[in-house]
Structure formats: structure tokens, C-alpha cells
């Protein structure tokens, strides 16, 4: 069932109406607290037309996308897709396989092909940390970082974070546990940088295998032991297993990684009552989660950040498109 935001914050006019001052979007740690406020105040914009019957802009009319993935996906690509069609963009998407030639080599042919089609906006995802802040110097517009590698995900942490303000009224103050596979998630490093600048307090709980080293001087109070790390949290967000991302034996089994790190009722019941759980999807049932908590909707944000995504995907083209217009004029 569609749910509608609760306890939305107030819109900020003042505060949307300023251009947003980043050509691309690569990274969270590249932005401000206000520059990611201004992001979230865009969203909640867009969010109600997600209930509209006829919910296309004509914001960006005449103006090009380009949805590049080198990496499998179905709901960011399909989420951006919505976003830049719903904002009347014409978009075009590109699924790139994997190729046996270097990464690097790959990457720089595709943008000078697709830069020589002068795109305004190109979303971009791929298996190597960095991809797209490379790609970013190759091309003339806007690049859209939709993951790279294990580094960051900025719209899945923009999305995670407007689904909670519009959930709980806000982030500041909140205990946010994110819970599983840090190691190889770049939907963690970009929550992390996100959450803690919009003033949570956010904890990693993780087997030490799939905890990175260095992980405590991110900002985040790292746990071993899942219950503790639970302990009074607002919001339980769970990763992936990422198993493609894995050489070697990270843990025994995944009966044994549900039995320590597996969120079901019983876990959950260590956080504080009423807590919200998320994952950024696809999940592994029974390996990070249970179903019964999975699909519990007085509990689980897991739909409603599907839907938000594009809401916030439609506010972060809005405010490329126009800090692209203003470099073109100034
Ligand atoms: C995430 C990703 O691709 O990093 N998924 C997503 O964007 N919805 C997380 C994941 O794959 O586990």
C-alpha cells in the first residue's frame, strides 16, 4: 500500500531556492550539511507527485540522460529512469557487461563515445572505487555517481536518509545501527558520511572479517556483537551479503552468519521498541534477514525507500541540471 510521509519537516523555500554548487554528484564526503539539506528540501518536493496519476515535469524537457551501468541493477537504474522521464528528460539507458579489457580503458572509450552524443546528465555505475569521479573529467555534464565499486553510493544514503526524516521528523540525534557486510558496501561509506552530517550517531555492527580496518575513525562506533550494538537504536539498516565481491572465506557459512548477525524478531527486540528497519535492497533472506521482519510493515521502511528513491533521484537531477544551467550563463 502506498504510504504517505509522516511528520514531514517543513519545506525550506529559502533553502531550496539556492543552486545547489556541485557539478556532479560523486560522493557524500564532498558535501556540506546544507548542500545535502538542500537535497532533501528538493525531495520532499517531488515525494507527493509520487501519488499524482499524472506525474511527469517538464523540468528538464529537451534536455538528455544517460543511465550507464556496468554493474547489474533493477531498482537504481529503473529509479533514475522514472526520475529523468518523470522530470521530462529523454533518457536513454546503457547496460554495459562487464569486459575483458582493462577497467580503466573501458570506461575512457565508452565517455568519449557518450560525451561526443552531449548527454547534461550521465548516471554511472561500475565495479571500480573511483570510476566515477574519472569519468567526471572526461565529459562535459553532469556526472551521477549510482556506486562505485566498494566506495560510495550517494542517492542510496540520500534516499535512506530522507525515508527516516520523513519517517521521524528528522536524522539529528537519532541512533542509526547499519549492520553486516561494511566491508565491501559502498551504501555503508556513503551512509556513515551522510548520517553523521546530518548529526546521528551512527554505529557499524559486523563480523571483524567484514569490518574494514579503520572503520572507528569513520565517525561510527564499530560492534561485534549485534545485540549490544542494537542496543536503543532508532533505526536498524541492514546490508547485503555481498557475495560477488568476496575471493575468499569471509565467513563459515550462512546459517552461522544469520545465527551472530541475522536480523529476525528476536534481535530487533534489543533495539529501542517501535525501531524502524531498512535495507537498500536486494536482499538475501535468510542470510541478513528474516522474512518476518523483512515484511513487516509496521516496521520496515523497505518499500517506502524504494518509492522515496525516486523522489530524491528527481531532486538531484533538478539540482544538477540547474547548477549546470547557471556555470553555462555565468
Ligand atoms: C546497493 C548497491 O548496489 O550498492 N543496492 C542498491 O543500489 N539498491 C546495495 C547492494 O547491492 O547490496
Known sequence: ??????????????????????????AIADLDRF??????????????LLDERVKKLDTLRGRTLINLFFENSTRTQSSFELAGKRMGADVVNMSVKSSSVAKGETLIDTAATLNAMRPDLLVVRHGSSGAAELLSRKVDCAVINAGDGK???????????????????????????????????????????L???LGAQVRLIGPPTLMP??????????????????KDADVVMMLRVQRERMTGG??????????????DEEKLRHAKPGALVMHPGPMNRGVE??????????????????RMGVAVRM??????????????RS
Open 151 to 193: 566506495h560510495e553510493h550517494p542517492t542510496q544514503a540520500l534516499l535512506d536518509a530522507f525515508t527516516i526524516r520523513s519517517r521521524l521528523g528528522g536524522v539529528e540525534g537519532l541512533i542509526i545501527a547499519i549492520c553486516g557486510d561494511v566491508l565491501h558496501s559502498r551504501v555503508a561509506r556513503s551512509n556513515v558520511a
Open 289 to 306: 534477514i528474516d522474512s518476518t521482519v523483512a515484511d513487516n510493515a509496521s516496521v520496515s521502511l523497505i518499500e517506502t525507500q524504494v
Open 1 to 26: 500500500m502506498a504510504q504517505r510521509p509522516t511528520g514531514v519537516k517543513k519545506t525550506d523555500e529559502s533553502a531550496r531556492a539556492i543552486r545547489f554548487r556541485q557539478k556532479h554528484l560523486l
Open 213 to 230: 580496518a579503520g572503520a572507528e575513525k569513520w565517525g561510527a562506533k564499530v560492534f561485534h556483537d549485534m545485540r549490544a550494538g542494537l
Open 250 to 263: 569471509f565467513f563459515p557459512s550462512a546459517r552461522e552468519y544469520f545465527w551472530f548477525y541475522g536480523l
Open 35 to 48: 548542500e545535502a539539506e538542500n537535497l532533501l528540501d528538493r525531495a520532499e518536493k517531488f515525494a507527493p
Open 315 to 328: 531532486a538531484v537531477l533538478e539540482a544538477l541540471a540547474e547548477s549546470g544551467a547557471n556555470e553555462e
Open 195 to 197: 548520517l553523521t552530517l
